[in-house]
T-cell receptor, first 117, second 115 residues
Framework: AQTVTQSQPEMSVQEAETVTLSCTYD???????LFWYKQPPSRQMILVIR??????QNATENRFSVNFQKAAKSFSLKISDSQLGDAAMYFC??????????????FGTGTLLAVQP | DGGITQSPKYLFRKEGQNVTLSCEQN?????MYWYRQDPGQGLRLIYY???????QKGDIAEGYSVSREKKESFPLTVTSAQKNPTAFYLC??????????????FGQGTRLTVV
């Protein structure tokens, strides 16, 4: 069964600095998607970035980028020029690309990011 | 506008009662999911469905039931067999397989409290 692990329950960063959130996963599949979601205090889940496993190039979205290491099964999120609005819970998630009953979307336990002014 | 709607936002249940949480999507997504969120435990999968009239148990299905009679609807019933139902519940939907816009879209959640 697939698992997603976030080993940092809490992180803190100074405004305008860079922070990296860690995520590792375990799977025997080769075709899958990885995601980072943000959950602010409103509790609305917001997609930050997605990565397709068959693409070697790391995804980027403005100040957010990932370091995808497929062999190591690692998928870290880097936030550059941190802003106060980045403070939230961040979840790493995995979804297979195969259809059928195994097509689950599973999440890690989250990392709570605080941004200090 | 396309989206996913959960209702109600807040729900109170008496001990021994069954309650049903609503989840509707107009995104034409095949897959729908229910998650439970407790402090420090992230999102735990309760049930998921890839197609109408079919669904599978997630990691914590005991005490819950679902139905998928329509593509756009995936209601969750919290039964009296669920011993600790107080939690925040999130519904999500997504495309399946290799398609554009593969991410899951989430509702705004339902906060269930046992009184």
């Amino acid at each position: 069964a697939q698992t997603v692990t976030q080993s940092q329950p809490e992180m803190s960063v100074q405004e305008a600095e860079t922070v990296t959130l860690s995520c590792t996963y375990d799977t025997s599949e080769s075709d899958y998607y990885l995601f980072w979601y943000k959950q602010p205090p409103s509790r609305q889940m917001i997609l930050v970035i997605r990565q397709e496993a068959y693409k070697q190039q790391n995804a980027t979205e403005n100040r957010f980028s990932v370091n995808f290491q497929k062999a190591a099964k690692s998928f870290s999120l880097k936030i550059s020029d941190s802003q106060l609005g980045d403070a939230a819970m961040y979840f790493c998630a995995y979804r297979t690309n195969y259809g059928g009953a195994t097509n689950k979307l599973i999440f890690g336990t989250g990392t709570l990011l605080a941004v200090q002014p | 506008d396309g989206g996913i709607t959960q209702s109600p936002k807040y729900l109170f249940r008496k001990e021994g009662q069954n309650v049903t949480l609503s989840c509707e999507q107009n995104l034409n997504h095949d897959a729908m999911y229910w998650y439970r969120q407790d402090p420090g435990q992230g999102l735990r999968l309760i049930y998921y469905s890839q197609i109408v009239n079919d669904f599978q148990k997630g990691d914590i299905a005991e005490g819950y039931s679902v139905s998928r009679e329509k593509k756009e609807s995936f209601p969750l019933t919290v039964t009296s067999a669920q011993k600790n139902p107080t939690a925040f519940y999130l519904c999500a939907s997504s495309n399946t397989g290799r398609k554009l816009n593969t991410e899951a879209f989430f509702g705004q959640g339902t906060r269930l409290t046992v009184v």
